[in-house]
């Protein structure tokens, strides 16, 4: 063993953040200044569905419904035993997603237009 601390003493003492007299609550931060040199941002997607749609000849066309974009949701649930390995089996059987076989299951029971 040696003599030695595990450690060199401290010579300075530690200096306090700046931010350390500032409550967080109470603070609030200085806007920061976009960068000249950047390309300019893409519209927004609200702003997108507001622009205008082209028929196939490139022309607008009229009376046309806005795009609508495939959103899906996470669907997170718990199932019984049964109902999984019916899923599991159709899906090995069918080939189908597990998400075409609800998706499926719903529109046939419930209907797709309600």
Known sequence: ???????????????PAPSAGIDPVDHTLSPVKPREDTAPSAPSLREADKTPHKDA?????KGAPP????????????????????IDEI???EGLTKRQIVED???QTWGSGR
Do not use: C, K, W, Y
């Open 105 to 107: 299951a719903v529109r």
């Open 57 to 61: 000849a490139g022309g607008m066309a």
């Open 91 to 93: 899906h090995f059987r």
């Open 1 to 15: 063993m040696t003599n030695l601390p595990e450690r060199p003493p401290r010579t300075t003492r530690p200096r």
């Open 67 to 86: 795009r609508r974009r495939d959103v899906t949701v996470q669907f997170g649930t718990r199932l019984s035993e049964e109902i999984a390995n019916l």
